[in-house]
């Protein structure tokens, strides 16, 4: 961190490096606000920096105009488990171990070895750093899929620990044989399912792998002893599933969800038991929008449910008639007297432009799981002056900042 002096956009600066292995130099160019570089040639080996630059309150450096500059890693892997060791796989000869609550800095490129289990419709520039990550102390054949670092990637995405070699179906496999895989998983232990956050600070990434998953799936039904199977649809097809028994919940995931979050689909079976077992399948294309589905097995009526409540998606099983317990709603409610905003240009000398000023508003949201929601903005009075020092009016030159109205509405019982 370092103080710059004004006008230094428009200079270039040495940057030193000193470590206990020797030294380096590099000459760049810093941005207005942030950005990255990439130094090649140091002795800790290749570095990717971000740059990021700030201002300064001149009343905290004795009234000089300066800037603040921050250097920081590119990229930030970070275990957020209190018990967990996790190993990172980049392609390279040894995976990297992160402890409990520790973290890794990032530095190269991505390796040019080839990751296991990588699926070939996962899109990836020369940029991009790609890895997969377990914890340490499962089966060593199991592993996350591919998590790729990059800013389109950014939300939390949810992922299933699953075996490279998985099978993967089509849908007309998974009609054909969805009733033989889910009698299979009934003795089985459901798929452990971690999160990755992607998060980009000013050129920088920050990167967390924590337990657990923003998508869950609750079985409330009572009739018959429902059982209720998630099979999510990943990019190269389904593997895994997730049996649900009546009166639970549990978390679930992707063995390779999609990293723009296009596709969050998942195939859902509907068991009752008995010598005779009936099943139903039905697909659900996203999971993140709240919509309701009507599923009849034997003589029993079932609703099915995705309700999304602030990050949270829940796909819910309900006996029919039971639907009205869930309904909930979230309202936000705003009155604002007045309420001023200045624009300010920074560059060269700082100064005020515009300034807004808004009496009387008001805002209101309200969403509800029916799948709607409602805005309402009324401003009753706004008007916006220019303030700028040195603007011309007709041929008059004003040193002085004498505001000037550019824009006013004075409106009366929301009437404009």
């Given at each position: 961190?370092?103080?710059?002096?004004?006008?230094?956009?428009?200079?270039?600066?040495?940057?030193?490096?000193h470590?206990?292995?020797?030294?380096?130099r590099?000459r760049?160019?810093?941005?207005?606000?942030w950005?990255?570089?990439?130094?090649?040639?140091?002795?800790?080996?290749?570095?990717?920096?971000?740059?990021?630059?700030?201002?300064?309150?001149?009343s905290?450096?004795?009234?000089?105009?300066s800037?603040?500059?921050?250097?920081?890693?590119?990229?930030?892997?970070?275990?957020a488990?209190?018990?967990?060791?996790?190993?990172?796989?980049?392609?390279?000869?040894?995976?990297?171990?992160?402890?409990?609550e520790?973290?890794?800095?990032?530095?190269?490129q991505?390796?040019?070895?080839?990751?296991?289990?990588?699926?070939?419709?996962?899109?990836l520039?020369?940029?991009?750093?790609?890895?997969?990550?377990?914890?340490?102390?499962?089966i060593?054949d199991?592993?996350?899929?591919?998590?790729?670092?990059?800013e389109?990637?950014?939300?939390?995405?949810?992922?299933?620990?699953?075996?490279?070699?998985?099978?993967?179906?089509?849908l007309?496999q998974?009609?054909?044989?969805?009733?033989?895989?889910?009698?299979?998983?009934?003795?089985?232990?459901?798929p452990?399912?971690w999160?990755v956050?992607?998060?980009?600070?000013?050129?920088?990434?920050?990167?967390?792998?924590?337990?657990?998953?923003?998508?869950?799936?609750?079985?409330?039904?009572?009739?018959?002893?429902?059982?209720?199977?998630i099979?999510?649809?990943?990019?190269?097809?389904?593997?895994?599933?997730?049996?649900?028994?009546?009166?639970?919940?549990?978390?679930?995931?992707?063995?390779?969800?999609?990293?723009?979050?296009?596709?969050?689909?998942?195939?859902?079976?509907?068991?009752?038991?008995?010598?005779?077992?009936?099943?139903?399948?039905?697909?659900?294309?996203?999971?993140?929008?709240?919509?309701?589905?009507?599923?009849?097995?034997?003589?029993?009526?079932?609703?099915?449910?995705?309700?999304?409540?602030?990050?949270r998606?829940?796909?819910?099983?309900?006996?029919?008639?039971?639907?009205?317990a869930?309904?909930?709603?979230f309202?936000?409610?705003?009155?604002?007297?007045?309420?001023?905003?200045?624009?300010?240009?920074?560059?060269?000398?700082?100064?005020?432009?515009?300034?807004?000023?808004?009496?009387?508003?008001?805002?209101?949201?309200?969403?509800?799981?029916?799948?709607?929601?409602?805005?309402?903005?009324?401003?009753?009075?706004?008007?916006?002056?220019?303030?700028?020092?040195?603007?011309?009016?007709?041929?008059?030159?004003?040193?002085?900042?004498?505001?000037?109205?550019?824009?006013?509405?004075?409106?009366?019982?929301g009437?404009?």
């Open positions: 961190v370092t103080l710059l002096p004004h006008g230094y956009q428009e200079k270039s600066y040495w940057l030193h490096l470590a206990d292995i020797g030294a380096a590099c760049v160019k810093l941005p207005v606000t950005g990255t570089f990439d130094w090649k040639k140091t002795p800790l080996g290749p570095l990717k920096l971000a740059v990021q630059v700030d201002s300064v309150n001149p905290t450096v004795l009234g000089a105009s800037r603040i500059l921050s250097l920081r890693p590119a990229l930030v892997l970070s275990n488990s209190t018990d967990d060791y996790i190993e990172l796989d980049f392609g390279e000869e040894n995976p990297v171990s992160l402890p409990p520790g973290s890794h800095v990032r530095h190269r991505r390796s040019n070895a080839k990751i296991k289990g990588l699926p070939s419709k996962i899109a520039s020369k940029h991009d750093i790609r890895l997969r990550f377990r914890p340490a102390d499962r060593p199991l592993w996350s899929g591919i998590v790729v670092c990059k389109k990637a950014a939300g939390s995405t949810p992922f299933t620990l699953h075996y490279q070699d998985g099978q993967q179906a089509s007309r998974i009609r054909l044989t969805l009733s033989v895989e889910s009698e299979a998983d009934q003795g089985k232990v459901n452990e399912v999160s956050e992607v998060a980009p600070i000013s050129g920088a990434l920050a990167v967390t792998f924590k337990k657990g998953s923003e998508f869950n799936a609750v079985n409330r039904a009572t009739k018959g002893k429902a059982t209720m199977t099979f999510p649809r990943s990019i190269n097809g389904v593997v895994g599933s997730f049996v649900v028994d009546p009166g639970s919940e549990m978390d679930y995931g992707w063995a390779q969800p999609s990293h723009d979050a296009r596709e969050r689909s998942v195939y859902v079976e509907v068991a009752l038991p008995g010598e005779k077992a009936c099943k139903k399948v039905v697909k659900i294309r996203d999971v993140r929008k709240t919509q309701t589905q009507q599923i009849r097995v034997r003589d029993a009526s079932f609703v099915l449910e995705t309700i999304r409540q602030f990050e998606s829940s796909l819910v099983l309900l006996d029919e008639g039971c639907r009205q869930l309904v909930s709603s309202k936000v409610e705003v009155n604002l007297r007045q309420l001023g905003i200045s624009l300010v240009q920074e560059i060269q000398e700082p100064c005020e432009l515009l300034f807004v000023h808004l009496a009387d508003s008001y805002f209101f949201y309200k969403n509800s799981d029916a799948d709607t929601e409602d805005w309402t903005l009324e401003v009753q009075k706004v008007q916006v002056d220019c303030q700028k020092v040195g603007r011309m009016e007709g041929k008059i030159k004003l040193n002085k900042a004498l505001p000037a109205v550019i824009l006013a509405n004075h409106g009366n019982g009437n404009p």
